[in-house]
């Protein structure tokens, strides 16, 4: 049967019934699946954050302690501009993927072992030049997989599981995120080793998902013919023609950019504010809080907006509460205020997590390209960490300190709540 090049409006081609791999899917995903998707997603987390948290600080001090927040910033913010390129790139690339063993998954391979050498030799930099190039490395790398594993779960997970499925891997997010975490605390400021652990973590948590990967052949056929200026405007996703995906995407913008202002200087600000006697470890504890409730959350408020088959009060509600937690680090700068708010961001966060996943992926525009768009949709969870880092630099040093800083956060998460209510196409 002939094809045409010219897409459909579900971004199928139009006269016959689309391959395995482009097709809506209808049957539910197996626990084995779900359990390789949660393993990536704590893999990369542990890979993102435990450097961002800790070992990139520790670095940074080891370097030059009086310039700590500048090279933390610089090395953050330059990773994150490689992120913003990456993720739909490599999104992109796998949609047009027709190896045999799927589109996904050589992609999810490939960024673990990119990312997992970048760590290694990071762990041996003693320049500031030499952290930036390295971690953009591991950035690159790790946004491959990361883009590969999320296009996944629109390609394999059927709508009414939607919800549960996103709460699962945002309890790997969140493992991840403690993962990172516990490595910081366990190795005693010796962030070489830290950077070894992460390593490892990235290297072993693809692996269950590749022996299990449920990822049809894309069947050549399928496919336009590749036009390198065809390709590079398909990155344009028109507000005017999908306004929902624009004001998903803007809120899901606006709340990283929240979260993020809210944890990017957690060390200093246990350091030189609260003069907690152990930072690393009091990261730890606040993490830990934090991964608790957000693992409560997201597996209780994923399936049930499954069940009710809604999710934009699910955000909102978990919107305000994320800039709750801004609050609350403002007024109450002392231990016990730090651990009340990571109790409310846990809380907010997770709920955050799984229902708004399941909402984006219901905003997406094509069948065809849907790792391409989830690449754009994960712009706005990059984006936020150039945003915020510069951002908390401004608050820290110029404009007031922490609780300019906090109280910043709380509002522009405030905002991502107000604009969910401007999606249309999803209840």
């Known amino acids: 049967m002939s094809v045409s090049n010219t897409p459909a409006p579900d971004g199928t081609f139009a006269g016959h019934v689309p391959a395995a791999a482009l097709a809506e899917p209808v049957e539910r995903v197996t626990a084995r699946w779900v359990t390789g998707l949660v393993l990536v997603n704590v893999g990369i987390n542990a890979a993102f954050f435990g450097p961002i948290n800790v070992f990139i600080g ?11 927040e500048a090279i933390l910033s610089l090395v953050t913010a330059c990773g994150a501009a490689v992120s ?9 690339l796998s949609d047009r993927t027709t190896s045999r063993f799927g589109r996904r998954a050589p992609w999810v391979l490939a960024g673990a072992v990119l990312a997992t050498a970048a760590l290694l030799a990071m762990s041996f930099s003693g320049a500031v030049a030499l952290m930036v190039l390295f971690w953009c490395l591991v950035q690159l790398g790790a946004n491959a997989a990361y883009a590969a594993i999320t296009a996944a779960v629109p390609d394999r997970v059927p709508v009414v599981q939607r919800g549960g499925v996103g709460g699962l891997a945002a309890m790997g997010q969140t493992l991840g995120i403690l993962t990172g975490a516990v490595f910081g605390a366990v190795v005693s400021g010796n962030f070489m080793v830290g950077y070894w652990l992460c390593a490892g973590a990235l290297l072993f948590s693809v692996l ?5 990967r449920n990822d049809p052949q894309l069947p050549k056929s399928e496919l336009a013919a590749f036009r390198p200026l065809v390709f590079i405007k398909g990155f344009w996703i028109s ?9 998903a995407w803007l809120t899901r913008f606006l709340v990283n950019v929240g979260n993020q202002l809210t944890i990017v200087y957690l060390l200093f600000f246990l350091r030189d504010v609260i003069h907690h006697g152990d930072p690393a470890t009091g990261v730890l504890v606040l993490t830990g809080i934090y991964a608790v409730m957000v693992m409560i959350t997201a597996v209780v408020a994923g399936p049930w907006s499954d069940r009710v088959g809604r999710r934009k009060p699910f955000v909102i509600g978990s919107s305000a509460t994320i800039a709750m937690a801004g609050a609350i680090m403002a007024f109450f700068p002392v231990w016990p205020g730090a651990l009340a708010g990571a109790a409310v961001l846990g809380i907010g966060f997770g709920a955050y997590l799984a229902v708004d996943f399941a909402l984006l992926t219901q905003v997406l525009p094509f069948a065809v390209s849907r790792g391409k768009d989830m690449g754009v949709i994960n712009v706005a969870n990059s984006l936020p960490q150039v945003v915020a880092p510069a951002l908390a630099l401004l608050a820290v040093n110029y404009w007031g300190g922490y609780r300019t800083l906090f109280l910043t956060a709380a509002a522009i998460g405030l905002l991502g709540a107000v604009f969910v209510v401007k999606i249309r196409g999803v209840d």
């Open 58 to 68: 520790q670095q940074a001090i080891s370097i030059d302690a009086p310039a700590k």
């Open 84 to 92: 913003l390129v990456a993720n739909p790139l490599f999104g992109a």
């Open 208 to 212: 269950p998902y590749l022996f299990h």
């Open 239 to 247: 507000p005017r023609r999908y306004p929902d995906f624009a004001w």
